[in-house]
């Protein structure tokens, strides 16, 4: 589990960007992911109601299931393209608003105002802006982190969920040596030293 070739590799928020722009999307997944289906139970551990976080959303679709079942979701997402496409594609009406707290920051909520998707960098939130969460599906988040940001996010993670909260987590196994990411690969021995 050598990660040394992917160790020093940025990827610009200007990148994911275009990459927006450019439809260069294959990581979104149309029909949902098949491990949120499976693992549903452990996410919600019988619980209604909660409060849901999508880190580095993008315009997932499970945001919209998620608030079907009654939860309220909140995600942060760099392109405000891919977050005008979710509410578009899923035919919400929503309404955009400035987040006092964060500079340049735009909140965009739906009109029934139980899915708020910020648009701004992940390292500008904290628990003081979006409150603490019950559950976190992290997908294509953790793993398109840099590398060199990953204890960071880690540790922002860790600061906005509940004592009581349920984590799922998504990583990708593969040789690192082979694909320059992202996704990039994150070992299990990694993860349990960012987590613990
Ligand atoms: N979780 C989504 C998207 C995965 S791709 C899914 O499952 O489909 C990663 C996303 O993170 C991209 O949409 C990118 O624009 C966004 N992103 C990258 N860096 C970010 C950051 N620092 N803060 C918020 N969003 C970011």
């Given at each position: 589990s050598d990660i040394g070739s992917q160790k020093e590799r940025v990827v610009t928020e200007e990148e994911w960007l275009q990459k927006w722009e450019m439809g260069?999307?294959?990581?979104?997944k149309e029909q949902g992911h098949p491990l949120l289906q499976k693992y549903l139970d452990v996410l919600?551990?019988?619980?209604?109601g909660l409060r849901i976080f999508f880190p580095l959303?993008?315009?997932?679709v499970e945001m919209k299931w998620l608030a079907d079942m009654g939860h309220s979701v909140v995600g942060v997402e760099v392109s405000e393209q891919a977050i005008k496409e979710f509410f578009s594609e899923h035919s919400l009406p929503y309404c955009e608003e400035p987040v006092p707290e964060i500079s340049g920051a735009k909140m965009f909520q739906s009109t029934s105002g139980n899915i708020s998707l910020y648009c701004?960098?992940?390292?500008?939130?904290s628990s003081s802006i979006v409150g603490k969460f019950d559950g976190v599906w992290d997908r294509g988040a953790l793993v398109a982190v840099n590398p060199c940001d990953r204890q960071r996010y880690a540790s922002l993670m860790i600061s906005l969920v509940e004592k009581n909260s349920s984590y799922l987590l998504v990583t990708v196994s593969y040789d690192p040596n082979k694909h320059k990411g992202p996704p990039f690969y994150v070992p299990e021995s990694e993860v349990q030293s960012l987590f613990g």
């Open positions: 260069n999307i294959g990581f979104h919600l551990n019988g619980r209604s959303c993008g315009k997932a701004c960098s992940i390292y500008d939130l």
